[in-house]
């Protein structure tokens, strides 16, 4: 298999896109298409502060690197869940996140620039790695509250997900960014939307978006600037360009329906390539056209009376009902 660009060993063929890259090809290849995504939906301009959600693994950590070769001032925010047994999950990526970022630091490359006119020259910036530890915070670990509270019935992964919505928006929102981004891919988004048009849990559809806009006060916008890219795409980014991941999933994701759905979305995939991406630009456009405008309200949002942060719930929020920081927070 040769580079459809220099005729060289290819790392990757996207049968989808019925073309085959080398290493350096296809590193530049990614670095367009992110840049494109960005200007297509409107995520941000180089004059605003990103903060990237980053967990040690390979989309995140790929996306932070996309962005700061891009030249976008990308900063990133590790939240420490706790989840250590049977292996230390938790700590090993945050190892890997700040590993990343010393490397990052010491990298003699250039700042790539993009062909946006919006593009300002900022080479001094330096990304900083926001570290919240849940357990330091508020006083349990993830699967500590799980076990403790009914949210999940003592699996985590509902704990996990409303905790880390929570302190993402708080933590974006008080630090003055103006964009928070997130490393979900195609797989991602479309096992979701599976998951979503099964039920057709229309609310959920009518969110789900490459951008979700600040609606109101305390809101932070939040994109998804790979959520055109396949997971094996980011994956081979990640090994191009040297970034060193967390490989293992979190040990509580093991069995759960998105995997699942993952599973059977790449059965179609194998069998007729690009269906995934059609399908999910196929519900873009869908949306763009309005099919879900009716059910993404948020006349319903009032402040939580104890943090202040936007809620549909009556009185505290969920997440404060979970955690009863009443004493903590503020």
Same mark, same amino acid.
């Given at each position: ?92 990526? /945050?190892?890997?996140? =700040?590993?990343? +970022? ?10 790539? @620039?993009? *062909?946006? &006119? ?93 951008? /979700?806009?600040?609606? =109101?006060?305390? +809101? ?10 396949? @997971?094996? *795409?980011? &994956? ?95």
């Amino acid at each position: 298999m040769r580079c459809k660009k220099c005729n060289s060993d290819a790392v990757i063929n996207m049968r989808h896109h019925r073309l085959a890259l080398c290493g350096e090809h296809y590193g530049e290849w990614v670095l367009e298409q992110t840049d494109r995504a960005i200007e297509k939906y409107k995520m941000f301009t180089h004059d605003e502060r990103i903060l990237v959600a980053v967990s040690g693994g390979k989309d995140s950590l790929s996306l932070w690197d996309v962005l700061l070769r891009l030249g976008y001032q990308a900063d990133g925010l590790y939240i420490g869940l706790g989840i250590n047994e049977p292996e230390p999950y938790s700590d090993v990526s /945050l190892e890997k996140t =700040r590993k990343f +970022l010393e490397a990052r630091s010491q990298e003699p490359e250039a700042r790539i @620039e993009p *062909e946006s &006119a919006n593009a300002i020259p900022d080479s001094q910036f330096v990304p900083t790695l926001h570290v919240i530890d849940i357990e330091q915070t508020y006083g349990k670990t993830i699967p500590q509250i799980a076990r403790e509270t009914m949210r999940g019935k003592g699996r985590p992964c509902a704990a996990c997900g409303l905790t880390k919505r929570y302190v993402m928006n708080r933590l974006a929102h008080d630090k003055g960014y103006a964009v928070l981004a997130t490393g979900h891919n195609l797989d991602d988004e479309v096992a979701v939307l599976f998951q979503n048009t099964m039920r057709w849990q229309t609310t959920y559809l009518a969110r789900q978006a490459p951008v /979700l806009p600040a609606s =109101r006060e305390g +809101l932070t916008r939040k994109v998804k600037p790979f959520c055109r890219f396949y @997971e094996r *795409e980011t &994956a081979t980014y990640a090994l191009v360009r040297g970034i060193d991941y967390i490989y293992d999933e979190c040990p509580h994701a093991v069995g759960n329906l998105t995997n699942f759905y993952k599973t059977l979305l790449n059965q179609l995939e194998n069998e007729s390539p690009g269906s995934k991406l059609a399908y999910y630009l196929e519900f873009l456009r869908a949306r763009g056209e309005g099919l879900f405008d009716k059910f993404n309200s948020t006349e319903a949002l009032h402040e939580c009376e104890v943090c202040g942060q936007p809620t549909t719930a009556p009185g505290r929020c969920a997440f404060c009902r979970m955690w009863d920081v009443a004493a903590v927070v503020g």
